[in-house]
C-alpha cells in the first residue's frame, strides 16, 4: 500500500554534500513519523536521522549531528535527508523509513523501507 523510492545517492568527495529525497506514494505521510537508516559493509544497520511523529522533533545519530538535517514536504509528500560536510565513513547504502507509530525514532521498528540508494564518500 505505502512505497518509498529513493533518489539523490552517488559519489561525493569528503567535505561535499549531498540531498536524498524518499516520494513516497499509496498514504499520506503527514503525521507518520520519518527516517534515515543506513548500512556500510561490515556494519550493523544504524540510524542516523529521524523526524517523531510522537512529539514532532528531529533526532540524529552523534556520527552525523549537526551534518545532516532532515525534512519534508506535505504537498510533495516526500521528505529529504540533507547531508553536509560528507566523511569517508559516511559511505554506506541510505535507507528511506516511515511508521505510523507510535515507535521509537531512531530505532524503529519502521514498518515501510525504501529500497536504498548507495552514497559513497571518496576522493
Known amino acids: 500500500q505505502l512505497q518509498l523510492v529513493e533518489s539523490g545517492g552517488g559519489l561525493v568527495q569528503p567535505g561535499g554534500s549531498l540531498r536524498l529525497s524518499c516520494a513516497a506514494s499509496?498514504?499520506?505521510?503527514?503525521?507518520?513519523?520519518i527516517g534515515w537508516f543506513r548500512q556500510a559493509p561490515g556494519q550493523e544497520r544504524e540510524g542516523v536521522a529521524c523526524?517523531?511523529?510522537?512529539?514532532?522533533?528531529?533526532y540524529f545519530a552523534r556520527s552525523v549531528e549537526g551534518r545532516f538535517t532532515i525534512s519534508r514536504d506535505n504537498a510533495k509528500n516526500t521528505f529529504y535527508l540533507q547531508m553536509n560536510n560528507l566523511k569517508p565513513e559516511d559511505t554506506a547504502v541510505y535507507y528511506c523509513?516511515?511508521?505510523?507509530?507510535?515507535?521509537?525514532?531512531?530505532?524503529?521498528?519502521?514498518?515501510?523501507w525504501g529500497q536504498g540508494t548507495q552514497v559513497t564518500v571518496s576522493s
Open positions: 523509513v516511515t511508521d505510523p507509530g507510535p515507535i521509537v525514532c531512531l530505532r524503529g521498528p519502521y514498518d515501510y
Open positions: 523526524e517523531s511523529n510522537s512529539d514532532g522533533s528531529a
Open positions: 499509496g498514504r499520506s505521510l503527514e503525521y507518520y513519523a
